[in-house]
């Protein structure tokens, strides 16, 4: 099991889970969160909206929310930093950015900090971008630069509305360069659509295994103070035997699953172009009391971009 947000360092197996198996290319489709809603949602004759996450999420329940799995993650320094053999980075906490924020869900009445996601600039300005193993399954909202106990999120509470994955993702083997997700958001109650709130990320291809990103996740456990974001600028290499990268960095906890890999960041518009993210082989990491050192993601090729049309066609 990968740790990340369970790293999995955020999830459970599959954004989705049914589709045709055999299809090479086939993409498969999941309405997130309008099932199983209760008279506990609050969610109103509207279904799942933004309004009704805000709502529904509430300052109370988002700090009490829990990793969906035992968790696992990484630790960065001071941005520039770089990761050498026997001197690798530990992640730092800093006040995080408009663009990537938490994913919170519900699955069997456990209410979770799942995963991180980020926002990918995309023709209809409602798209985020996680892991393939993260499942935000009921009620579930995007809180971009979340902060933990504010009675206010200052970029506010996103309703989560469809998930797009390959269901060729597995947890090893092949499979595993394949975990990355999209999603779609609700606007919010004033109509106005994510990406012209908090900006947004180009995504692109990797350049290859050798290249200078910077990672910015949400560990949801050991992670002091709670919840706030870190960040770690490291230079990846392969992982070997995997069409995936591999970055050393501490700090990256449960809860980081899904977190941007982000090449060219401007601190100045605080956002760069995503090139990879927290996922693949067991979920994006080794296991072991050590795994938050230690994070992987898929390589960026043409499988991420023909689930990115997928998801913007919708």
Partial sequence: MGRHGSRRRGGRPGLVRTAAAGAALALCVLVAPASGATADDDDGAGGWTSGAAAQYWTAGRMAAAVPAGPGTGKSAGAPGARSTAGAAPSARHFDGVPSVGVLFSVDKDARAHHCTASVVRSPHRNLILTAGHCDPDSRAAFVPQYRSGAATQPYGIWAVDRGYTDPRRTDTGPGSDLDFAFATVKPDDEGRDLESVTGGNLLARTPGYTTDVTVIGYPSVRNDPA???????????????????????????????????LSRFDERTRTGYVVGNIGGLNGGGPSGPDSHRTSYSPFYGADVFRLYARAVAG
């Fill in 227 to 261: 919840d706030q974001a870190i960040r770690c600028a490291v230079r990846t290499t392969r992982l070997t035997g995997q069409r995936q990268l591999r970055m050393e960095c501490g700090g990256f906890y449960g809860g980081t699953s899904g977190s941007p890999w």
